[in-house]
């Protein structure tokens, strides 16, 4: 099946502070990737959809200041947590399905794990 | 926002049993999947089933989709302790895939 890698897998950051985090497809285009939330013990929250040269859609309640995504290449997205606190202490993972592929099987990287002090 | 709510939240089982975990869904659906995600780690895809199957099997697992009723469910069959994990339950709508509020399994050896 097709990889999709996640960059940083852990980080750990003061508060006050911005976080990269990218997501690549390695051996396939993604025109679409996906951005995701999860909490300890719920499940995986949709945090926006993430589009190759146009902006992001974000989901309802997510902050698209606070979150901004950057779909720069058919194979990277990056989202970056800014000016990080506390609460968005998280695990954030992101998808992709193959291009021509959005009503199939998405791929889903491995994970980053952020803790905010 | 979620989509999908699953039971049960929390299903613990002697090894060897059968674990069934049902999803529903509220909007119209092209297909459903399933996933599995160990503590903290990421997602594995288990099964996929298209808006026009009603069942599909795969090894000990086995889907069935009732877009009637907006529901699928899961079911593990001579389940092991490898097995525990969470299961999600996702949907493929319009454009964007939600995930239902999962199922924490736990199988006792």
């Known amino acids: 099946g097709a990889v999709v890698s996640q960059h940083p897998s852990r980080v750990i950051c003061k508060s006050g502070t911005s976080v990269k985090i990218e997501c690549r497809s390695l051996?396939?285009?993604?025109?679409?990737m996906f951005w995701y939330r999860q909490f300890p013990k719920q499940s995986l929250m949709l945090m926006a959809t993430?589009?190759?040269?146009?902006?992001?859609?974000?989901e309802q309640g997510v902050e698209k200041d606070k979150f901004l995504i950057n779909h720069a290449s058919l194979t990277l997205s990056t989202l970056t947590v800014t000016s990080a606190h506390p609460e968005d202490s998280s695990f954030y993972i992101c998808?992709?399905?193959?291009?021509?592929?959005?009503?199939?099987?998405?791929?889903f990287g491995p994970g980053t794990r952020l803790t905010v002090l | 926002s979620q989509q999908g709510e699953e039971d049960p939240q929390a299903l613990s089982i002697q090894e060897g049993e059968n674990a069934t975990m049902n999803c529903s869904y509220k909007t119209s659906i092209n297909n459903l999947q399933w996933y599995r995600q160990n503590s903290g780690r990421g997602l594995v895809h288990l099964i996929l089933i298209r808006s026009n199957e009603r069942e599909k099997h795969s090894g000990r697992l086995r889907v069935t989709l009732d877009t009637s009723k907006k529901s699928s469910s899961l079911l593990i069959t001579a389940s092991r302790a490898a097995d525990t994990a969470s299961y999600f339950c996702s949907t493929s709508g319009t454009y964007k895939y939600i995930f239902g509020t999962g199922t924490r399994l736990k199988v006792l050896a």
């Open positions: 993430s589009n190759e040269g146009s902006k992001a859609t974000y």
């Open positions: 051996d396939f285009q993604a025109t679409t």
């Open positions: 998808s992709a399905p193959p291009t021509g592929g959005i009503w199939n099987e998405q791929f």
